[in-house]
Every structure is written in structure tokens, then in C-alpha cells.
């Protein structure tokens, strides 16, 4: 069984960072690209990132690109998010997911991140 288990998020103040983890266990996590996807108050989920099987390939959506960076360690099961220079609109609950394109009902139970002064 397929489960991944966020942490990471929390409050913090627009312009600051926070680092996501995402634990993996179920499968054999190093033969997948796994992916980070959110969802913002009031609207569906939204793909953020991604990393092929190895970490040589990352995929970003525009709107984090030069601010997210996502890595990976196949030695731990992890997956890991580091947000720099946060937003406003970057408030959601953050979610790591399975492959990619993502398996959306492979998500863990979510970080809540929020981005306020």
C-alpha cells in the first residue's frame, strides 16, 4: 500500500522559506518520479513540481520557477520541497504524490502552508 506522509509546513511571512518532506514507503520509491501538488482555500488541486526517478530531470509550474526547488533521497524514501521567497498566493496545502504526471489519490494527508504577515 502506497503511503506518503507530508510535513514541513506551518506560517511563516511573505518573503520567507520553508522546507517540505514527504516520507514514502509501499513501493519501491526510487523507481518513480514522484511530484508536489497543492491546493489553495476554495479551489481544486494544482501540480507544482516535479523529479524524475534519479533527480536529473525537475519540473517546475511557472509560477514557483527560480523561487522551489525539489530534490529527492533515494537512500531515505524522501522527497523534499524547499520554498524560498514565499507568497501570499502560495498559501495551500501541500501534498506529494506518486509519479508523473501525478497519481492525485496516491497524496498523504498534506502540509498546510501559510504565507501571511
Known amino acids: 500500500e502506497v503511503q506518503l506522509v507530508e510535513s514541513g509546513g506551518g506560517l511563516v511571512q511573505p518573503g520567507g522559506s520553508l522546507r517540505l518532506s514527504c516520507a514514502a514507503s509501499g513501493f519501491t520509491f526510487d523507481d518513480y518520479a514522484m511530484s508536489w501538488v497543492r491546493q489553495a482555500p476554495g479551489k481544486g488541486l494544482e501540480w507544482v513540481s516535479a523529479i524524475s526517478w534519479n533527480g536529473d530531470r525537475k519540473y517546475y509550474t511557472e509560477s514557483v520557477k527560480g523561487r522551489f526547488t525539489i530534490s529527492r533521497d533515494n537512500a531515505r524514501n524522501t522527497l523534499l520541497l524547499q520554498m524560498n521567497k514565499l507568497k501570499s498566493d502560495d498559501t495551500a496545502v501541500y501534498y506529494c504524490?506518486?509519479?508523473?504526471?501525478?497519481?492525485?489519490?496516491?497524496r498523504g494527508q498534506g502540509t498546510q502552508v501559510t504565507v501571511s504577515s
Open positions: 504524490a506518486k509519479d508523473w504526471p501525478p497519481l492525485y489519490d496516491t
